[in-house]
């Protein structure tokens, strides 16, 4: 008998889940569980390596409870793991036991040593080797720091025992055998994530290790998202048992671009969550922005050249909802906001600018701060309500626009998930802007279904990248209906209040 299912480990930043998808890309049997989120200082975030791989190995348990799964390498094809990006954990490589907390990408414990390479070359000095700008929010710095501040780490690092690994590498490697033949391995859009990792030999860089203070033998070996076989088998003493594959692995945002089927050059995604992740293939060739977004690897397909995408991100979308209903009161749940929203006509003048910590690309102004402006008499909560909505669309066209003009390539439609998909004057407003449809699919879960369609490719559970479009299927399409005057009058306005928000602070 075939296997009937594939297997996704969704591993992200407050919970991690396991999902097991059938033939047509269905999500039929899952389990999640959350996390503790560990902030020892200002700026500092970490998770707890162990607590992370429990409840994967409780996620996968209850899910195969579920699906009254005996023999688990009988039934399921093979696994991906989709991963939050950037978050680093250093263990040994002898032991499995880690050396400290896994450092959270949120986390800005290496902005020092950024600082340090800032004032002697910008932000843009390795732009072209790794697509990125220099910021604590990579891996790189968040190693360096490890190296220069946990007791003794250095010395294991020089002795060959230390590994450092994003969290893909660490669920693999544990669920592989661990210290006893675990595979230290990661894919392609989770190297290039680290600032150490050339983004056109795709190999880690000999000067960005040096600079860093990383050695090459301390880090995972490099492999594509889609492998032509499996990386290797779950452990005995796994929660697979013995001989079940690992087949694909994709960081979350690469993730949710592939579970979107966005193959082709000029297809993009937009995740609504907590914050806005605006990703768009720009196909085999490498294209830097000049707006200020991140050139990133969209996945590799075995030996064929990558893909890669231009990426910008908005920092408070779905969270600002949430500060509106802890910090001002205004609403009791998410819903509400929507309704409020739906029965104002317009903003009635209200803009809001959620720069609670400055604002990322394509405006990148670290001293912008949050504003309402436009208030008169006439503005009640309804207004404020809309206002809050159509600050993640406003903030989405800006990275829209500039991904259009950097790859020179027109967007046709954009393909939206996450949480604030759910919400239909925010979804018809961003189609408003865009002048394009904004469509959202049946299976939201795009993230852990691109993890389990590069695994799932690999081993022949699918055949066909044509196979995987057939299974995505439209749930909702919103179609552009604003008259171009009014349209262009409130992006005018949008620029004027993004215009307050900057150089608040002196």
Known sequence: MPAKYVGSIDQGTTSTRFILFDKEGKPCFSAQKEHKQIYPKPGWVEHSPAEILENTVFCIRETLKQAEIVNPRDEIAAVGITNQRETVIAWNR???????????????????????????????RFLEKT????????????????????????????????????????????????????????????????????????????????????????????????????????????????????AGILGDQQAAL???????????????????????????????????????????????????ALEGSVAVAGSLIQWVRD???????????????????????????????????????SRARGVICGLTGYADRRHIARAVLEATAFQTYDIFQAMSRDADIRIPELKADGGMTNSEPLMQFQSDLLKIPVIRPVVTETTALGAAYAAGLSVGFWNSFDELKKNWHIDKVWEPQMEPGRRLALLADWKKALERSYGWID
Request: aromatic share 12%; proline share 5%; with cysteine.
């Open 131 to 246: 697509g990125l700008m220099l910021s604590p929010y990579f891996s790189g710095s968040k190693i360096k720091w490890l190296l220069d501040n946990v007791s003794g780490l250095r010395e294991e690092t020089e002795a060959g025992r230390a590994v450092f690994g994003t969290i893909d590498t660490w669920i693999l490697w544990n669920l592989t055998g661990g210290a006893n033949g675990g595979l230290l391995k990661t894919d392609v859009t989770n190297a290039c994530r680290t600032f150490l990792m050339d983004l056109q030999t795709l190999t880690w860089d000999e000067d960005l290790l040096n600079l860093f203070g990383c050695p090459e033998r301390a880090l995972p070996k490099i492999v594509p998202s889609i492998p032509e076989s499996p990386y290797g088998y779950s452990s005995a003493d796994s929660p697979f048992g013995e001989g079940v594959p690992f």
């Open 258 to 308: 592939f579970g979107q089927t966005c193959f082709q050059a000029g297809m993009s995604k937009s995740t609504y969550g907590t914050g806005g992740f605006l990703l768009m293939n720009v196909g085999p060739r490498i294209v830097y922005s000049d707006s200020g977004l991140l050139t990133t690897v969209a996945y590799q397909k075995g030996k064929e050249k990558p893909l890669y």
């Open 327 to 365: 910090n001002l009161g205004l609403i009791k749940n998410s819903k509400e906001i929507d309704a409020l929203a739906a029965e104002a006509e317009d903003n009635g003048g209200v803009y809001f600018v959620p720069a609670f910590a400055g604002l990322f690309a394509p405006y990148w102004r």
């Open 94 to 124: 002898e032991t499995g036991k880690p050396y400290a907390n896994a450092v959270v990408w949120q986390d800005l414990r290496g902005e020092d040593f950024i600082n340090d390479l800032l004032s002697s070359g910008g932000k843009y």
